[in-house]
Nanobody
Framework: QVQLVESGGGLVQAGGSLRLSCAAS????????MGWFRQAPGKEREFVAA????????YYVGSVTGRFTISRDYAKNTVYLQMNSLKPEDTAIYYC??????????????WGQGTQVTVSS
């Protein structure tokens, strides 16, 4: 079982930056494909970014491409989401998720508790 703990959320003005962290424990970090998702009030949860188990492949939703960067630190068992040029529409609870690299589905069985990001205009 993998446990995930997010941190780094907060309140920031539009145009500002935040870096989210997700610390993983209870499993071999390099065996997991990691993702970030977000859920805004009244909306469904949406995919934001993902990084392969090797770190060689990254995916982003179109609305954050060029502004957000996902990365991972194997020494710290941590995945990051650097968010720049934040917009009010980025306001949401951000969740970290993990799935085994061998998985053939888009389902993530492991989730963190979420961290709130609020962008003021």
């Amino acid at each position: 079982q993998v446990q995930l703990v997010e941190s780094g959320g907060g309140l920031v003005q539009a145009g500002g930056s935040l870096r989210l962290s997700c610390a993983a424990s209870g499993g071999t970090f390099s065996n997991y494909y990691m993702g970030w998702f977000r859920q805004a009030p009244g909306k469904e949860r949406e995919f934001v970014a993902a990084i392969s188990e090797s770190g060689s492949t990254r995916y982003y939703v179109g609305s954050v491409t060029g502004r957000f960067t996902i990365s991972r630190d194997y020494a710290k068992n941590t995945v990051y989401l650097q968010m720049n040029s934040l917009k009010p529409e980025d306001t949401a609870i951000y969740y970290c998720a993990a799935k085994p690299w061998t998985s053939s589905t888009n389902e993530y069985p492991y989730w963190g508790q979420g961290t709130q990001v609020t962008v003021s205009s």
